[in-house]
């Protein structure tokens, strides 16, 4: 085939203002910045209703990715599960009565596990909430919390906040309290999870009894922020025994998927709230999304490659295809392995420079019609806080993209260079304080090419991530599914 077409994802790369916080700006990322004057630019929404989610809520590398492979606006779990608790549905939901049911059948207790956060990327808080009124509405009485605390989609230290908030219900008991380090790890560093797990299974952590002063310990403790914090156990006769019942109710799949799997092997009543096993009951399934990017492809007998380091390779992959996990049929997948490093601003660098090397390889070979490529780097040095690392981390990044554009160029592939949503662009808070958080700014959308006709392009303003899909589309002369949406161009 003669038309060859790259996306290039830099995630968590937004488009804010200059400012002392925007550590994009502050890189001066020359070749980038080229890149914006040479060829047509604009920008893209990458919160709220445009990628699915509630308005007002921030987007993610998870609900970025689905909605560019997706090609079209799906609402995401969040939405839906705040929409089955506004209609009572929630309350008939069959695998939630389930794990009920059982605590009441053999009077056991019932653990609510997930992330107390309220910005919607892995969980929101309301629905531990929504549990606890569900579950008091049933009878049960011993009904205990294992908190997990974020201090990276939130402000780092803001988990006191959403304490208060828990203790407030009077439903329930705080059992523990332990950072998303340890809980939610992806990466398979199993001994983090397996701390977690000996939490909630041993009562293995700082026995303390104040919710509110084991915070305050944690930091004098040296645990820098929220998301580090090492295991708090509250209630040591909130151990999880056997027969009793636990709702896992962080809804993002992949940071919960080892817990999960450790959990699994107990004799339990489990419930999860998204899809990430098949060993437990399933509150909420995803969305099913026919004739997305990837599938497209694939029936068009078009060769395709999707290529990131750890952190990313299940967004560019299992996300990216809507959450379908296997690939499809002439799909190609390359992981570059993360570096193993306590906190990526300890190398900003991460693993960029290979995955660079590696895609410049496979483009050089143009077997393949589409190549989505990510780099994690602007997205997982952001969320340290840490203002000079991410800087160094974009400089980076414009390095990387000094090497892959030219090379691409030159064996005939035209470039989507884009964002899933920000991070970089917002390191300080409105009072200075480090911002390890995402941002609410559009992402920039650039085509590249050496097409005369893709140069003079005039690309739609307004519009979302659910352009890249069918852009890819029409980039590569493939009639788009109807299920698509409109592309930028």
């Given amino acids: 085939m003669n038309n060859r077409a790259l996306l290039v994802i830099l995630d968590g790369f937004g488009y804010g203002k200059k400012y002392p916080g925007n550590a994009i700006e502050l890189a001066d990322m020359k070749f980038e910045k080229s890149l914006r004057k040479k060829y047509p630019t604009t920008t893209l929404k990458a919160n709220g209703e445009a990628v699915g989610l509630p308005k007002g809520s921030m987007g993610g590398s998870e609900v970025g990715h689905f909605t560019m492979g997706a090609g079209r606006v799906v609402w995401q779990s969040l939405e839906h599960i705040n929409q089955e608790i506004k209609n009572g549905k929630f309350a008939?939901?069959?695998a939630i009565l389930k794990a009920i049911k059982n605590a009441k059948k053999h009077k056991s207790a019932l653990h609510?596990?997930?992330?107390?956060?309220?910005?919607?990327?892995?969980?929101?808080?309301?629905?531990?909430?929504?549990?606890?009124?569900?579950?008091?509405?049933?009878?049960l009485n011993k009904i205990f919390i294992h908190a997990i605390t974020d201090g990276r989609d939130v402000p780092e230290r803001s988990a006191p906040k959403y304490i208060k908030k828990i203790l407030k219900k009077k439903i329930g008991t705080l059992a523990t309290i332990v950072g998303r380090y340890?809980?939610?790890?992806?990466?398979?560093?199993?001994?983090?999870?397996?701390?977690?797990?000996n939490l909630y299974k041993k009562g293995d952590g700082f026995e303390e009894t104040n919710p509110i002063q084991a915070i305050k310990n944690a930091y004098a403790r040296g645990d820098k922020t929220d998301y580090y914090i090492q295991p708090i156990m509250l209630a040591k006769e909130g151990t999880i025994k056997t027969d009793d019942s636990v709702i896992f109710w962080n809804f993002r799949t992949d940071r919960a998927k080892q817990l999960t799997e450790l959990l699994a092997k107990e004799k339990i009543a489990l419930t999860i709230f998204g899809d990430?096993?098949?060993?437990?009951?399933?509150?909420?399934h995803s969305t099913e999304v026919k004739n997305n990017l990837g599938e497209t492809l694939s029936k068009n007998k078009i060769h395709q490659l999707r290529i990131a380091e750890t952190e990313k390779y299940a967004h560019v992959t299992f996300?990216?295809?809507s959450q379908v996990k296997d690939p499809y049929p002439l799909e190609a997948r390359v992981m570059i392995p993360s570096p193993k490093v306590p906190s990526y601003a300890q190398k900003?660098?991460?693993?960029?420079?290979?995955?660079?090397?590696?895609?410049?390889?496979?483009?050089?070979?143009e077997k393949y019609g589409f190549i989505a490529l990510n780099y994690a780097n602007a997205d997982l040095v952001g969320h340290s806080g840490e203002l000079k690392p991410t800087i160094e981390c974009c400089k980076h990044l414009d390095k990387c993209l000094s090497e892959v554009v030219p090379q691409a160029l030159k064996h005939g592939y035209d470039i989507i260079l884009t964002a899933d949503h920000g991070n970089a662009d917002t390191m300080l808070a409105k009072d200075n304080s480090p911002n390890p958080a995402h941002s609410f700014n559009p992402v920039l959308c650039t085509i590249i090419s050496n097409k005369p006709e893709l140069k003079k392009l005039r690309l739609k303003k307004e519009r979302g991530l659910s352009v890249i899909g069918p852009t890819v589309l029409k980039m590569l002369?493939?009639?788009?599914?109807?299920?698509?949406?409109?592309?930028?161009?």
Avoid: Q
């Avoid at 997930?114 to 009878?139: R, Y």
């Avoid at 990430?276 to 909420?284: E, R």
């Avoid at 002369?477 to 161009?489: A, D, F, H, Q, R």
């Fill in 112 to 139: 609510l596990i997930g992330m107390i956060s309220d910005e919607g990327v892995h969980s929101h808080i309301n629905h531990l909430f929504a549990c606890l009124e569900l579950a008091k509405k049933h009878g």
């Fill in 182 to 197: 340890y809980a939610m790890d992806r990466d398979t560093n199993w001994d983090r999870t397996k701390k977690a797990f």
């Fill in 477 to 489: 002369g493939v009639e788009k599914p109807k299920e698509m949406g409109e592309g930028i161009y």
């Fill in 319 to 321: 996300f990216f295809n």
């Fill in 92 to 94: 008939k939901n069959e």
């Fill in 348 to 365: 900003p660098e991460m693993s960029a420079h290979a995955v660079t090397t590696r895609v410049i390889k496979e483009i050089s070979r």
């Fill in 276 to 284: 990430y096993s098949k060993k437990a009951d399933i509150a909420f």
